[in-house]
């Protein structure tokens, strides 16, 4: 019984201080990486919404775990010298919050962004996708063909992936338990073990040192941003083939940018393959790993920009 009783206080106290750890955490990142936009109320959804420029408008749709600073600044300023640039943290990321229906499905998220695309008076605006960011944006395209102009994709998820990539697998938990994983000890293992999973999402390239705090990506340690990704990959991975089927009915300029060396997803098979299965749609190759918007920023605002003009 004493054993049991003092099991039973340590675990207690262990899960007391994961708590109280995690909510140290999330504040110390909203302080460092504070919103750069505003909120915007989108019918029954909420965005949080960064504008820069002038011109033809430009959505900028971030991936997996990712937040609007994904898109590096030299990127963002380019294309801000010449089209409306608008930055979005996707539902569930950032500090968008997630949908009201508690989920992620793509189908869900496209229309909410639709609902914004709405709300901001957008005319058709090109869509900047990169890695989910992508998947989402073919998804707007597919369920809404009236309000996009055109897709420029980077790096995109673009069909079935057989097995979740490793450095993601400790976002696969039971719905069940998923808040309490986030609320506990998601955000120490998250902190301790972030250089390496870093470095995975960046290889072949070099984590640039900025990026937990240009890139956004200190935000990630949150319990709010572990739920989202998490309900993200659970969601979004089951659609693909649904996704595949729409491909041949697109009818808009679409582009390609990948990463020869990408280490998250394969370019012959979400580049190559897509482009094959959409028409008229081009593949642009270049030396690099997974995240292009941040690595080569200069070089992916030359690619959206080829794609519009």
Not at 233 to 258: F, M, N, Q, R, T
């Amino acid at each position: 019984m004493r054993k049991w009783l003092a099991g039973s206080a340590a675990l207690a106290a262990g899960t007391l201080g994961a708590t109280a750890y995690t909510i140290f955490a999330a504040r110390k990142a909203e302080r460092s990486v504070p919103m750069d936009g505003h909120l915007v109320q989108a019918g029954k959804h909420v965005f949080h919404v960064a504008e820069e420029g002038q011109g033809r408008p430009l959505l900028l749709i971030h991936g997996l775990a990712g937040q609007m600073r994904n898109f590096g600044r030299a990127m963002i300023e380019d294309l801000a010298r010449d089209y409306r640039v608008i930055r979005i943290d996707r539902p569930g990321s950032g500090y968008s919050p997630r949908l009201p229906s508690g989920r992620a499905h793509l189908a869900e998220q496209a229309d909410a962004v639709v609902a914004l695309i709405d709300e901001l008076q957008l005319e058709k605006p090109v869509l900047v996708g990169h890695s989910l960011g992508g998947a989402l944006s073919l998804a707007i395209a597919i369920r809404h063909p009236e309000k996009v102009g055109a897709l420029a994709l980077i790096a995109p998820a673009t069909q079935r992936i057989g097995s979740v990539p490793e450095v993601f697998k400790g976002l696969v938990v039971p719905p069940a338990i998923l808040p309490l994983v986030a609320w506990t000890v998601a955000v120490p293992i998250g902190v301790a073990t972030q250089k390496k999973v870093l470095a995975e999402v960046f290889k072949p390239d070099p984590v640039p040192p900025n990026f937990l705090i240009d890139g956004g990506g200190m935000l990630g340690f949150r319990p709010g941003a572990f739920e989202g990704a998490a309900t993200d990959l659970a969601d979004a991975s089951s659609e693909a083939e649904e996704l595949v089927a729409g491909y041949a009915d697109l009818k808009l300029p679409v582009g390609i940018l990948y990463g020869r060396e990408d280490n998250l997803l394969d370019y012959r098979l979400h580049g190559e393959k897509t482009v094959s299965e959409i028409p008229g749609a081009k593949l642009t190759l270049t030396d690099g790993g997974h995240m292009l918007p941040f690595t080569v920023p200069e070089e992916s605002a030359r690619f959206v920009r080829s794609v519009i003009e």
